[in-house]
């Protein structure tokens, strides 16, 4: 008896996938809900799991291929011959000695065309010896190109074609159509301030292995500012609009999207209620779906519906940046990278460290004192975190 794989519903407005890769090849023996299969829509990954056990009969649908919500991906042959299958992996410790070459090209494969690539143009490098940072431990383009630097391979000479076409993801063609649309629609601009976080700094510093202890998590930066953000939004609603046609909707409710960099490229999870939540949870919903994208394993429901993004450069080193406007929303924090400066303080030269923050906003909505004063209130309310306790 066959069982047919089909594409599932992939999400609200989302019709169409892309096959990015298979996990089993036919023949293959596969257990009931073993991931078969895994789709790029233009927002999330989704992996297709196994109806039943038996044996991967057909690839109906090919890597690459284009894919509408039920449409045929593959085949299972469910029943005894997936019985007859499941006996072939028993052979495998006494052959695999025998194959030690293969070691590297299967798992570059198991693990991604990306690190699959650069293992062939590095043969130096076992990938098998890597440790993987990926979901079930697979390895990620990340993890090589770590691995190649730590080895000193980093500044090697490219090998192959000076120049090679690659069709880009669903979500990078997403990415890149959104923020020209925000480009393109909304009247961008940028105003900067700049943060003494001794303060804040100091208060993590007192706090941050109790707060660990008890609430299991570390304590960061994110969910200061998150929180700064929010008590802004409340005084600046504008902020925290959207535009429709000729109308503006204002919203009470504050749902923060946190701009973090997955496998495929950026993406935004919305903390939900982030006015009624405290700094802890707030860490651990950042945590969670900063696990989440960096497995690619977040839902259409995890990045719908924010009303305000806060962006963090500083992990990469960023100091100054002008971040683009995340539609329907009108206003987009950058976070920068904290760095000691010389600063005037009480007309002393003192070294403080400093950060730059941006908010990118849509002046068609929210006037330029108002962009202003926004950045103000998160400024002090990071300089001096009571002001949080106290809603100033």
């Known amino acids: ?24 090849q036919p023949g293959d023996a596969v257990k009931a809900d073993e991931p078969l299969v895994e789709l790029e829509t233009d927002k999330v990954t989704v992996e297709v799991n196994a109806p039943a056990a038996g044996v991967l009969k057909e690839q109906t649908a090919k890597t690459g291929a284009s894919v509408e919500v039920g449409a045929l991906l593959g085949k299972i042959e469910v029943g005894a011959a997936g019985g007859k299958a499941a006996a072939a992996p028993a052979a495998a410790p006494v052959a695999a000695p025998a194959a030690p070459a293969q070691t590297t090209p299967v798992a570059a494969s198991n693990n991604g065309p990306a690190v699959a690539k650069l293992a062939a143009e590095n043969p130096q490098v076992n990938v098998a010896n890597i440790a993987g940072s990926g979901k079930d431990g697979r390895v990620t383009k990340g993890d090589m190109l770590k691995a190649l630097e730590g080895d000193g391979f980093a500044a090697s000479p490219a090998v192959g074609p000076r120049e090679e076409r690659v069709k880009m993801t669903k979500l990078r063609a997403t990415i890149a159509r959104r923020l020209k649309e925000s480009q393109n629609t909304a009247a961008i601009l940028t105003t900067f301030n700049e943060i003494d976080m001794s303060n804040v700094i100091a208060l993590r510093n007192e706090y941050k292995d109790e707060f660990e202890k008890k609430h299991g998590i570390k304590l960061g930066f994110m969910g200061f500012f998150v929180k700064a953000a929010v008590n802004a939004l409340k005084q600046i609603p504008a902020v925290n609009a959207e535009i429709s046609g000729d109308e503006i909707i204002y919203k009470n409710y504050y749902d923060i999207g946190v701009a973090v960099g997955g496998p495929s490229g950026l993406v935004v999870p919305v903390i939900r209620d982030c006015d009624k939540k ?9 945590a969670a779906a900063a696990v989440k994208a960096r497995n690619g394993t977040l839902s259409m429901a995890d990045m719908t519906g924010g009303t305000f993004t806060v962006s963090n450069g500083g992990v990469y080193g960023s100091l100054m940046s002008t971040p683009i406007i995340n539609p329907p929303q009108v206003g987009i924090m950058g976070m920068h990278k904290t760095e000691e400066r010389p600063i005037a303080v009480n007309g002393q030269v003192v070294i403080r460290p400093m950060m730059y923050v941006a908010l990118s906003y ?3 909505i929210i006037d330029g004192s108002e962009s202003v004063t926004f950045l103000v209130k998160v400024k002090q309310a990071i300089e001096d975190p009571r002001r949080l306790l106290l809603g100033l």
């Open 1 to 24: 008896m066959a069982g047919e794989i089909t594409v599932p519903t992939l999400g609200e407005s989302v019709t169409e996938a892309t096959v990015a890769k298979w996990f089993k």
């Open 362 to 364: 849509d002046h068609r």
């Open 278 to 286: 405290s700094l802890a949870q707030i860490e651990a919903d950042i």
